[in-house]
């Protein structure tokens, strides 16, 4: 499910935007919003994946507003002036939407929107990755542990200061990753076999973080750890 927010302060256009977004059976409307500082609120005290705003706005413009964020979501820009377009896009906007629009045009830009956010099959050893504003190339042998957190995953990498956050759910991303190098150790975790150096009492140690081994994963965890084993 994607969370998204609807920002116009025009009300039946609006009006009309929400009403879209309801007939979208993976969007998910956290909020309606006819000023940026109402939809600051809103993306300051939950995930939010995708902004649906107006251009030009009184106060802030959706242009502005978006270049404010700290943590981008994604953006469809929504106008009734298309000389905004370059500039929409100068932003990595995912679409931009003419106004008036119908409803297939505003399907074809979340769609973009929900393919940004979906993993690509591993190839070659590699997977991009989309997480907030960024589409990131990973190395399957760069990445340490993945947390599930229920939409989403918490992917650490080596190198990389924060951990990557794409909206996948923890059980497709195990069905796309190589079983002879991933596995599965507890409901909320999957391990990089090839960068486990320690293990103490059922937990996988990577520096500072400890992962437990649950117990529907432990026979095959230990199976895997004493075939290893120095004899």
């Given at each position: 499910m994607i969370n998204c927010i609807a920002i116009d302060d025009e009300p039946l256009a609006l009006a009309q935007l929400t009403g879209y977004v309801s007939r979208v059976s993976f969007l998910n409307l956290v909020a309606s919003c006819q000023d940026t500082f109402e939809a600051m609120k809103q993306i300051s005290s939950q995930r939010i994946d995708l902004l649906f705003i107006d251009i030009n706005m009184p106060d802030l413009n959706g242009l502005d507003f978006v270049r404010s964020l700290v943590e981008?979501?994604?953006?469809?820009?929504?106008?009734?002036?298309s000389e905004y377009a370059v500039e929409g896009f100068k932003v990595d906007a995912v679409d931009y939407l003419l106004k008036p629009f119908g409803?297939?045009?505003?399907?074809k830009a979340v769609d973009k929107a929900?393919?940004?956010?979906?993993y690509a099959v591993p190839q070659?050893?590699?997977?991009?990755?989309?997480?907030?504003s960024r589409v990131v190339l990973v190395n399957l042998s760069d990445?340490?542990?993945?947390e599930g957190m229920s939409e989403y995953v918490r992917i650490y990498v080596e190198g990389e200061?924060?951990?990557l956050m794409p909206l996948i759910s923890i059980k497709k991303l195990e069905e796309s990753l190589p079983s002879s190098q991933f596995m599965r150790v507890h409901r909320s975790y999957i391990v990089n076999l090839r960068k486990i150096t320690e293990v103490s009492r059922l937990r996988i140690i990577f520096g500072s973080a400890y992962i437990p081994?649950?117990?529907?994963?432990k026979d095959k965890f230990m199976e895997f750890i004493n075939s290893r084993m120095m004899k």
């Open positions: 981008k979501p994604l953006v469809i820009f929504t106008t009734a002036y409803f297939q045009d505003f399907l929900r393919k940004w956010m979906e070659n050893g590699t997977i991009f990755v989309k997480s907030d990445i340490k542990y993945i200061d924060k951990p081994v649950g117990e529907n994963y």
